[in-house]
T-cell receptor, first 114, second 118 residues
Framework: AQKVTQAQTEISVVEKEDVTLDCVYETRDTTYYLFWYKQPPSGELVFLIRRNSFDEQNEISGRYSWNFQKSTSSFNFTITASQVVDSAVYFCALLNTGGFKTIFGAGTRLFVKA | DAGITQSPRHKVTETGTPVTLRCHQTENHRYMYWYRQDPGHGLRLIHYSYGVKDTDKGEVSDGYSVSRSKTEDFLLTLESATSSQTSVYFC?????????????????FGNGTRLTVT
């Protein structure tokens, strides 16, 4: 069975703090894809990043970085120097190759206070 | 802008009434999905479609049916709405159109439909 766990329900930080959102996944497949999506208070869902299971290189995009570790089945997301505009719900998701069903975690709500 | 329009954006209905939500895409993508979003559950897949008249169930399909008679339209029907179906419903398409049996693309979502069943 596939499963995505985001154990942090809510996180509150002060602007300029670094924050890491945890994501742990379960799958029996050797080939799969991991995603992060952002849902700001306005409600739309925005794709942030995709990683495939063969690529364990960390990725950095501006203040965002992602750490993928197959050994611990984790795909964590770090925001450096957080800003109020980062306040949103963040979802981690898993898609197995050969399937059509993207499985989402329950989400982590991030509050960034000015 | 992925060209996905959901209608209506908001709806209040009574228990036992039928409800149809519409998803329209302008991208000519093969794969379309319906998810529901509930607190504590994230997004859960209801049904998906991999082509005209080709649909399959997701993880929470009970009480829902879908139809896809044209590439651009994917309809979600609640035959007899219940209060447990109060939720926000999102339609999604894959961002690229793979021709093979698998699709590993990110999803692009519509703006959602907030449905309240009283």
């Amino acid at each position: 069975a596939q499963k995505v766990t985001q154990a942090q329900t809510e996180i509150s930080v002060v602007e300029k703090e670094d924050v890491t959102l945890d994501c742990v996944y379960e799958t029996r497949d050797t080939t799969y894809y991991l995603f992060w999506y952002k849902q700001p208070p306005s409600g739309e869902l925005v794709f942030l990043i995709r990683r495939n299971s063969f690529d364990e290189q960390n990725e950095i995009s501006g203040r965002y970085s992602w750490n993928f570790q197959k050994s611990t089945s984790s795909f964590n997301f770090t925001i450096t120097a957080s800003q109020v505009v980062d306040s949103a719900v963040y979802f981690c998701a898993l898609l197995n190759t050969g399937g059509f069903k993207t499985i989402f975690g329950a989400g982590t709500r991030l509050f960034v206070k000015a | 802008d992925a060209g996905i329009t959901q209608s209506p954006r908001h709806k209040v209905t009574e228990t036992g009434t039928p409800v149809t939500l519409r998803c329209h895409q302008t991208e000519n993508h093969r794969y379309m999905y319906w998810y529901r979003q509930d607190p504590g559950h994230g997004l859960r897949l209801i049904h998906y479609s991999y082509g005209v008249k080709d649909t399959d169930k997701g993880e929470v399909s009970d009480g829902y049916s879908v139809s896809r008679s044209k590439t651009e339209d994917f309809l979600l029907t609640l035959e007899s709405a219940t209060s447990s179906q109060t939720s926000v419903y999102f339609c999604a398409i894959s961002s690229t159109d793979y021709r093979g049996p698998a699709d590993n693309s990110p999803l692009h979502f519509g703006n959602g439909t907030r449905l309240t069943v009283t």
